[in-house]
């Protein structure tokens, strides 16, 4: 059951009538706030208006300080479950040496494959900024060779004096390397 943030608790809910549900789940019924308090007093938990919206608002009797930690708790794990991604960055002009791009090459790979995205920028100096087709036949080329482990996430585009492409990781391409790891060790 998903509770917004601000909740109204016991004397700060203003309705005259709520809808109660009780710990348990079942609805009791609409009630006056004061009868609504009272319950939740005589059980010992606090009263919690979790649809204010509705006409009436329905509240819930609970354990405000008991829910309240274990929604913590969700959020916390909830958080730990979470990759974050990070952009690397590889940097090539148009003009670059083989050897270069191999070194640039295997960087992206090596980014790629711990989960990264990578960023390639091609920059133009002077007046290689009119020979744009130079840095989308590098780009191009960087993603032919990464193309069994990336997917291009933005093809390449001009932004100001540089261009920029986006590759990203395959989920299918680690799923693969297992695979065909798995056919070596039967062999």
Not at 45 to 65: H, N, S
Not at 160 to 174: Q, S
Not at 179 to 185: F, S, T
Request: hydrophobic fraction near 40%.
């Amino acid at each position: 059951m998903f509770i917004s943030k601000d909740w109204r608790i016991n004397e700060e809910i203003r309705a005259r009538e709520v809808r109660v549900v009780d710990e348990n789940g079942e609805q009791v019924g609409i009630v006056p706030v004061r009868e609504a308090l009272q319950m939740a007093v005589e059980k010992g938990l606090d009263l919690v208006e979790i649809a204010p919206g509705a006409k009436p608002p329905v509240c819930r009797l609970m354990d405000y300080g008991k829910f309240r930690y274990e929604q913590s708790k969700r959020d916390k794990e909830a958080r730990k479950k979470q990759k974050i991604i990070t952009v690397k960055e590889v940097k090539m002009r148009t003009r670059i040496e083989d050897h270069d791009f191999l070194v640039k090459s295997r960087n992206a790979r090596k980014f790629l494959d711990a989960g990264d995205k990578v960023k390639v920028t091609i920059m133009f100096k002077g007046r290689e900024i009119s020979h744009v087709d130079l840095g989308k036949d590098l780009c191009n080329k960087l993603a032919e060779d990464l193309k069994n482990i990336a997917l291009v996430e933005r093809e390449p585009r001009v932004e100001g004096r540089n261009m920029v492409m986006i590759l990203a990781p395959r989920l299918d391409a680690a799923k693969g390397d297992n695979a065909n790891d798995a056919n070596n060790n039967a062999s």
